[in-house]
């Protein structure tokens, strides 16, 4: 039986909505399965509370 521990990654977001789809992206296509994903914001003023709430990462 294949052992696949499950890998957090922890995205830290401030004002960066211009970029944070990248990111998300990129973690999308790891080519690793087991991965838990936590978004973490400062008080945007920008929106990237909604393009994060908006992203489809399945």
Not at 13 to 37: A, G, P, R, W
């Amino acid at each position: 039986m294949e052992n696949n521990p499950l890998v957090s990654v922890c995205v830290i977001t401030y004002n960066s909505s211009k970029y944070v789809l990248e990111t998300l992206e990129s973690i999308k296509t790891q080519t690793y399965q087991n991965i838990e994903l936590i978004v973490s914001d400062d008080c945007s003023t920008d929106d990237t509370v909604e393009v994060c709430e908006n992203y489809d990462i399945f």
